[in-house]
Each structure stands twice: as structure tokens, then as C-alpha cells.
């Protein structure tokens, strides 16, 4: 039988038959694309309808991180789950484990069919106080057109389960619009991470995401910045939030300015240049010098300069300063409340009594 030829002389890999091997990225392409969890999504749907949010917090809860994670693939155990699911398919007749799986995987980032990027979690334990683990890896694909047709296949799912069906229009409305905001809002974080991991120079520059958790109280000092560069040669930073959104407004830039995070970062990554919000609205500062720039432009900069420093002077030179009172704040709190308060009146119109 024909064998794929790339791996190593002693690599277990050698073995696989060409037809096992295209099952398996066939898998990968699957797992990495984007495709919904539908157990998961019909048990948090479910737990909607069973008992829906009467607050602000709880209302967020649709926001189920391991529904999500397996559109962002970044789950923490994913090798070890993959591993389960190639074993278990029989038309793969040789054994799998997770370093057959990483050698895999490398080969394929190396030829571009997978992305990998960096990411690092630093978590916060009382009388411990913040420390790092090791580096991981967030492994997708960086193909459009595919994570498109999983977003419509996932809305298609979510617009026919049965829990959803009983559900008010307006929270049928709520929960689709969550759902795209926030798969659009992980597609465009990742392509812009894995653009600059690709095209700033790794010897210089360090392209990773950055989790903040705090285990003793996961309410406080919980966040991340989606992107944080950091410059080896003169040992300092810039930290990004990465929105979709043509809007600015005071909560997407919460993380950058949080001093406990700040602190942490500066004691691992030196002096910080400067934070920034990109976003596909038109660029400006605000008086406090936090930088709101337009994803493209910055991606063509970055291209061009290959030099951070370089391409954000060049893009900040001029750049008008907006105020961001805290009117439009107190306008988006308004309009939450009205809006999660017109749901549940919807629904208790509809006959649906929703718990505590």
C-alpha cells in the first residue's frame, strides 16, 4: 500500500494507509473548521428555555465557552478528544495516540493547511498570587468561505431545535444575533492574530492571546487581551482587543485598562508601548491615548513596516481625538435593559414561565 512519505524514517505515521490517513485530515479539516457541537448547543438551548435569565449576568450565559471553544477549536484537551474520535471510527484500522496526532498536526500547520497560533494563560490563586502556565496552541482554519458555511449550518441548527422553537420571537431574535456576533467576533480575532504571526519576524517578535483567570473568584480579574505583541529587542508591548464591530464604545477597551492586568503583563513583558482596540470603524485616540484603529489599515501597515513601532507611528501621526463620554455607556445599559426587559414580557405573553 502507498504510505505518505514526509514523516521521519521512525515515525508510526509511516504505517497509516493513504486511505486512513485521508479519513483522518478529513476529521481535522472537520474539527478545525468550525463545526458546532450540536450536543452541547441542544443542552445549553434547553437549559434556556428551562430556566431563562431574569438579570444582566445570567442573560449572558448563552454564551456557553464549550459550545464555543469547538467553533474556536482551542479546547484545552482537544488532542486527547481527537485522539478518542479517530480510534473510534472504524475504518481506521491503526491505533492512534496524541503524538501521532502532534506530528500530524505539524506537518499540516507547515504546509498551511492548519493554523496554529500562541496562547497563554496566567491565573491568579489567593496567597499565591498570579502565575503562568506554559504556553499552548489555538488550532483552526484560517479559511473563510468554510467557517461562513459552518456559522449558516450552526444557526440552521440552533433556528430548527425544538427547545428554540419554544422560545419567544423576540429571545429567538436575542440568542441568533448572539450567536453571530460571537462567531464573527472569533473569526475576526483569529485571522488578524494568525496574519501577524505570520507576518512579523519570529526572531523579533512574540504574536500570542492572553487569558487572565482568577481561581479564587472567577467574577473579578477575569478577562484576556486577544492579542498581545511583544518586541524582544527592546523588551516591551502593545495589547489589543479585536472586535468586528463599525461602533466604538467605552467596555471593548475594560481588559486594557485594568492596572491589575497591566501589572502582570509589565513584569513579564517589559515596558508597555501602548493598547489598542481594532475595530472596522474609522481610527481615532481618546484622551487617555488608548488607540482605536481600523483592522485593514493596521494589517497593511504591519504588512508594509514589518515593525510595529514603525507601522502604529505612522498610523497615529494626526490622529483625530475623540471623546467617549459616558453617555453612549449609559445609553447601551439603557437599551440592554429594555431590550432583555421586552423579552421576558414576550415570553410571559407567549405563556412561558421561566425559573429563578
Not at 445570567?58 to 464555543?68: A, G, Q, R, V
Not at 502556565?133 to 461562513?148: G, R
Not at 467596555?251 to 492586568?261: D, T, V
Amino acid at each position: 500500500m502507498a504510505k505518505l512519505a514526509r514523516f521521519s524514517n521512525r515515525s508510526r505515521l509511516n504505517d497509516v494507509t493513504e486511505e486512513e490517513m485521508r479519513t483522518v485530515i478529513e476529521k481535522m479539516v472537520e474539527r478545525y473548521s468550525g463545526a458546532l457541537n450540536t450536543a452541547i448547543a441542544n443542552d445549553e438551548l434547553k437549559k434556556i428555555v428551562l430556566s431563562f435569565p431574569t438579570d444582566n449576568e445570567s442573560f449572558k450565559s448563552i454564551e456557553n465557552e464549550e459550545m464555543f471553544n469547538y467553533l474556536r477549536n482551542n479546547k484545552p484537551n482537544i488532542v486527547e478528544d481527537f485522539v478518542k474520535a479517530i480510534n473510534a471510527d472504524t475504518k481506521i484500522v491503526h491505533k492512534f495516540d496524541s503524538d501521532m496526532v502532534s506530528e500530524l498536526e505539524n506537518e499540516l500547520i507547515r504546509l498551511g493547511f492548519i493554523s496554529a497560533t500562541n496562547r497563554e494563560e496566567l491565573i491568579f490563586e489567593e496567597n499565591i498570587g498570579w502565575k503562568r502556565s506554559p504556553m499552548t496552541k489555538d488550532y483552526y482554519l484560517i479559511q473563510p468561505a468554510v467557517k461562513y458555511y459552518h456559522l449558516k449550518k450552526a444557526l440552521e441548527f440552533v433556528n430548527s431545535n425544538e427547545h428554540y422553537l419554544n422560545l419567544s420571537e423576540s429571545a429567538k431574535n436575542y440568542i441568533t444575533d448572539k450567536l453571530d456576533t460571537k462567531i464573527r467576533g472569533d473569526m475576526t480575532e483569529q485571522i488578524v492574530v494568525y496574519e501577524m504571526s505570520k507576518i512579523l519576524p519570529t526572531d523579533r517578535y512574540l504574536v500570542t492571546k492572553v487569558c487572565f483567570k482568577n481561581v479564587t473568584d472567577p467574577k473579578a480579574g477575569t478577562g484576556e487581551y486577544d492579542m498581545l505583541i511583544y518586541d524582544k529587542e527592546s523588551n516591551s508591548y502593545w495589547a489589543f482587543e479585536i472586535k468586528h464591530t463599525t461602533e466604538s464604545f467605552h467596555k471593548q477597551s475594560q481588559h486594557l485598562e485594568n492596572e491589575h492586568f497591566k501589572e502582570i503583563i509589565d513584569r513579564n513583558y517589559g515596558n508597555r508601548e501602548n493598547v489598542c482596540v481594532l475595530y472596522n470603524g474609522t481610527s481615532f485616540k481618546t484622551p487617555s491615548d488608548i488607540l482605536y484603529l481600523n483592522i485593514s489599515d493596521f494589517v497593511k501597515e504591519i504588512s508594509r513596516c514589518r515593525d510595529v513601532k514603525t507601522a502604529i507611528q505612522n498610523l497615529t501621526c494626526n490622529l483625530p481625538v475623540k471623546e467617549m463620554g459616558s453617555k453612549s455607556s449609559v445609553e447601551n445599559s439603557q437599551q440592554e435593559g429594555k431590550s432583555q426587559k421586552a423579552i421576558l414580557n414576550s415570553s410571559k405573553k407567549k405563556g412561558f414561565e421561566y425559573g429563578d
